[in-house]
């Protein structure tokens, strides 16, 4: 087994623990959510994902963020959809944008699909960190998505990882208490 795919394993283990943790309320999540985004970060930029190598450095941020913000107890916050219209709305916009710029000036294999899924992953795990409950459907529509483009690039321990987080995705909105 090569090296890339052993980090490969470790980073898809350490990023569904810190879901998994996450689903639980358990503050140890935040711990894998920096160690694994570290990990992907290699790897995403070797198979020319770029906006996802960003993405990865915005999660280890963003891990340090949640535990800083969390405050010892689990929250659970509503907003309403008019909300979620804006973020979608400026999301897709910049979606665009990031896509635009990825095409004509890198040589990223999927740009707007890589452009998509970073833009959006970044808005859900900001509302994740916040607490934000409707996280998960954004991240339902994500892990969906990564999964296909993960798949396309032959990174299918990742895209492994994505079908987990899909159902996970599912089990955090509904509450369903499965992980």
Known sequence: MNKNKIIEILAVVLNL?????????NS?????GVISPLLFISLTWQRKIYADTFLQLFYVFMA???Y?????????????????????LAG??????????LRHKTDAAKPY???????FAI??????????HENWLYFMVINATSLALYVNRK????????AVYLLMSVDGYFELNIF
Do not use: Q
Not at 75 to 80: A, E, Q, R, S
Not at 155 to 162: E, N, V
């Open 155 to 162: 990174l299918y321990i990742g895209a492994i990882m994505f």
């Open 28 to 32: 140890i999540c935040f711990l894998f």
């Open 64 to 66: 340090v963020y949640g």
């Open 123 to 132: 808005i859900a795990t900001w509302l994740m960190m916040n607490f934000v």
């Open 92 to 101: 897709t916009a910049i979606t665009i944008a990031s896509g635009y710029w």
């Open 17 to 25: 623990l810190f879901t998994f943790f996450y689903l639980k309320g």
């Open 113 to 119: 699909l890589d452009s998509f899924t970073t833009v």
């Open 68 to 88: 800083l913000h969390w405050g010892g107890e689990w929250k659970k916050i509503h907003w309403l959809a008019s909300t979620h219209l804006l973020f979608i």
